[in-house]
Nanobody, 121 residues
């Protein structure tokens, strides 16, 4: 399994940003999730999507300010983020794992390298 996260950068508060995660070698019946970790803080679970894109899950971390989607033809999952604030500054990671019960209770066992998002005030 290979995961390549990209799309991070330096933006201003209120801006939008779209992160991408190119996934390969995942097989089927898995979920892909986005996480983030800010310096000195614990890792946060942001959102997840099933391998077929039919179900999505959002935590309260960015609920209402992000949309997770996938392009199966490209093997890529996206995280579109809106109304960014400095508190969203973090390294964002994508990860995959087999779906659990409920499906979004995933044991993520493959991780990408992360992409840095910095939001200036």
């Amino acid at each position: 399994v290979q995961l390549q996260a990209s799309g991070g950068g330096l933006v201003q508060a209120g801006d939008s940003l779209r992160l991408s995660c190119a996934a390969s070698g995942t097989g089927s019946a898995y979920a892909l999730g986005w996480f983030r970790r800010a310096p000195g803080k614990e890792q946060e679970y942001v959102a997840a999507i099933t391998w077929n894109g039919l179900a999505t899950y959002y935590t309260r971390i960015m609920q209402g300010r992000c949309t997770i989607s996938r392009d199966n033809a490209k093997g890529t999952v996206y995280l579109q983020m809106h109304s960014l604030t400095p508190d969203d500054t973090a390294t964002y990671y994508c990860a995959v794992g087999p779906t659990g019960s409920p499906w979004y209770k995933v044991t993520y066992n493959f991780w990408g390298q992360g992409t840095q998002v910095t939001v200036s005030s």
